[in-house]
């Protein structure tokens, strides 16, 4: 429905990590706005990635038959509701030297960036979803945002995936009460009111700043002066976040009160940071984000399964039936947290489609068989259409498992409008998933 004469406020804000963040539009907020004027705007792409830790039980992962005749598996079949919209693959690898045996942090180093990371020193590659970022990012709040349910910082089997430059890790953020207070600010609820003065203020806080680091940089050394520099850079960021956000216009929220924490319950605290995620896409405060269902070689158990062992424990399963088996519980658990997730994106409308829609989101595990450390023949997803350019409801099988993952990337970033020519390992793109 299109409103002619009504307009809407368009300079209402929302504070967050001290600065104030702004909301996309709505239709009705702009007046005289015809439909076609909306039909011929390109809709927003956004990519996402959800990965889980320590793989699958592949015979109970890998669907039946091939192409559009694909039948689910049972770690699948909860995502069997969304099967339109998504595109199961296997025979995909992230393995960029064979030579060396797979370990944790090598998977999780080398997963979204395609390089073998340097023994004794963090050296590896940007990521995909950085370089995503160094695009999409200049529209939004938040360039990306890094999440988790466990603490990824810090430890080789801690850092997380993400590389912003070959020797930048960047942390993740487990708390959902922080990650609420990041994006909205630190009132009990998402609140707009009186967000315009708090912009005021952040904006001269900034400029104080500003200049009273250009007079300290007269006095220090070049050492000093790098690191000086590298403040500055952050301080630009909050300040690009200020711009963005009083070119923002506004929209209603759904209401959602600040969490005390992260709950007791792990499928509680997935959900919740799926709600958040939601929030923040819906509000256009970012257009890529990473979220990782827990730390690598994660020791968090499941009772919610009648499952009493840790995860890591179960993953070197070394074929044993009773660990199989409940690896292909919580692979179908998994598989049960990430259809809520795609629920909400697509219940809510943009448009003509849904969020989901004008989404692209991988969803995958780092390791395959992972009594191995295999990352040969990855179980990879890849939901959402990213505004029309994915056709989904097939399984893509690709021959034997010397096709690199990093292949797959360049097609997404291709498809958000991202174009790249090469990324750690790839040798091209995937042509078979073009609609």
């Known amino acids: ?83 339109g919209k998504m595109v199961v693959m296997s025979g995909l690898s992230s393995d960029p030297d064979r030579s060396k045996a797979g370990f944790h942090d090598r998977a999780l180093a080398s997963f979204l960036t395609g390089v073998e990371p340097a023994k004794g020193k963090v050296q590896v590659g940007i990521s995909v979803d950085q370089l ?33 430059s070959a020797t930048t890790p960047l942390p993740f953020e487990y708390n959902p009460r922080r990650v609420f207070e990041r994006l909205f600010g630190e009132g009990g ?30 006095r220090l050394g070049a050492a000093d002066r790098r690191k000086l520099d590298e403040y500055v850079e952050s301080i630009r960021d909050v300040e690009r976040r200020i711009q963005v956000a009083a070119q923002k216009r506004p929209m209603d929220l759904p209401a959602m009160a ?42 968090i158990n499941y009772p919610h399964l009648g499952i009493s062992m840790g995860h890591h424990e179960i993953s070197h399963h070394n074929f044993e039936k009773d660990k ?18 795609l629920s909400k994106l697509d219940a809510i409308k943009e448009g003509g489609s849904t969020l989901l829609d004008h989404s692209l989101i991988l969803y ?38 010397e096709t690199p993952l990093t292949n797959l990337y360049l097609t997404m970033l291709d498809k958000v409008g991202v174009p790249t020519e090469k990324l750690g390992d790839s040798t091209g793109r995937l042509n078979r998933l073009e609609v």
């Not at 707009?192 to 700043?209: C, E, G, N």
């Not at 319950?265 to 827990?294: C, G, I, N």
């Open 364 to 401: 995958g595990s780092n390791l395959s068989v992972p009594t191995s450390h295999s990352q040969r023949d990855l179980p990879i997803i890849l939901a959402g259409g990213a505004a029309g350019r994915i056709a989904g409801g097939r399984y893509l099988k690709f021959p034997g498992d």
């Open 132 to 164: 995503a970022a160094r695009t999409l990012g200049k529209d939004t709040p938040f360039a990306s945002l890094e999440l988790s349910t466990e603490n990824n910082n810090g430890g080789a089997a801690h850092v997380g995936p993400v590389f912003k």
């Open 324 to 341: 199989l088996d409940a690896l292909a519980k919580i692979n179908v658990d998994q598989s049960r947290l990430f259809a809520y997730f």
């Open 1 to 83: 429905m299109f409103v002619e004469k009504k307009h809407l406020p368009r300079r209402t804000f929302l504070r967050g990590a001290g600065v104030c963040l702004g909301l996309p539009l709505l239709e009705a907020m702009v007046p005289a706005l015809t439909a076609e004027k909306l039909t011929a705007a390109a809709p927003v792409r956004r990519l996402g990635f959800v990965i889980y830790p320590l793989g699958v039980d592949q015979d109970r992962w890998r669907p039946a038959g091939e192409g559009a005749n694909f039948q689910f598996s049972e770690a699948l079949a909860p995502l069997a509701p969304h099967r």
């Open 258 to 299: 600040r969490p005390a924490g992260a709950p007791d319950s792990w499928p509680e605290h997935v959900k919740l940071m799926f709600d958040l995620q939601t929030l923040a896409v819906q509000a256009d405060l970012t257009r890529v984000w990473t979220f990782m269902y827990a730390r690598e070689a994660t020791s």
């Open 189 to 218: 609820r998402i609140d707009p009111v009186a967000a315009a003065a708090r912009d005021a203020a952040d904006r001269s806080s900034l400029d104080s700043v500003t200049e009273r680091i250009a007079e300290l940089k007269l």
